[in-house]
T-cell receptor, first 110, second 112 residues
């Protein structure tokens, strides 16, 4: 069992739909990263958060450290949001050595 | 464009070849990483360099040899690889003040 679990593994949506991707972890993570990987491999960091909620455009990330759970929401989804979304956290406090989830593959159809 | 540049983008090599992957960043970051991404598996951390010093070798076979000559450049030297080493190799750097991570586009490696 991976220490960082994501659900769902695959997700399809119609343009405009509200998307939620979940991340649960079993280790004592102090902060969590959400990453976006497009076909071709390039990875972009979306958020790094240690508490509460962060918003960037149509993307919202929330985290509950006590419950060891984070969610990534996409409002008004668009085909260009199609990508693999990955959550990752440091193995312990004050470390930059990350553990990664297996990713959620999102496809948004027009 | 993330500011982290990797070359080459694609590499095909035989098991007896020696090749090197290059990573470059001029973002002023002092932490650089090599990750391996195999199909259907999470990204795996291979090596960590902080201020040019290797601080992590995540049980990586010696046929992978990293080199960090300065805080802007990171190499991964490859020799006598196996077909199961075929994967996407990603370089990343981190701004340690805010822990924001920047990835290169990766090198898609095929070992024949």
């Amino acid at each position: 069992k991976n220490e960082v679990e994501q659900s769902p593994q695959n997700l399809t949506a119609q343009e405009g739909e509200f998307i939620t991707i979940n991340c649960s972890y079993s280790v004592g993570i102090s902060a969590l990263h959400w990453l976006q990987q497009h076909p071709g491999g390039g990875i972009v960091s979306l958020f790094m958060l240690s508490s509460g909620k962060k918003k960037h455009g149509r993307l919202i990330a929330t985290i509950n450290i006590q419950e060891k759970h984070s969610s990534l929401h996409i409002t008004a989804s668009h085909p260009r949001d199609s990508a693999v979304y990955i959550c990752a956290g440091p193995r312990s406090y004050n470390t930059d050595k990350l553990i990664f989830g297996t990713g959620t593959r999102l496809q948004v159809f027009p | 464009e993330t500011g982290v540049t990797q070359t080459p983008r694609h590499l095909v090599m035989g098991m007896t070849n020696k090749k090197s992957l290059k990573c470059e960043q001029h973002l002023g970051h002092n932490a650089m990483y090599w990750y391996k991404q195999s199909a259907k598996k999470p990204l795996e951390l291979m090596f960590v360099y902080n201020f040019k010093e290797q601080t992590e070798n995540n049980s990586v076979p010696s046929r992978f040899s990293p080199e960090c000559p300065n805080s802007s450049h990171l190499f991964l030297h490859l020799h006598t690889l196996q077909p199961e080493d075929s994967a996407l190799y990603l370089c990343a750097s981190m701004d340690l003040t805010n822990e924001k991570l920047f990835f290169g586009s990766g090198t898609q490696l095929s070992v024949l």
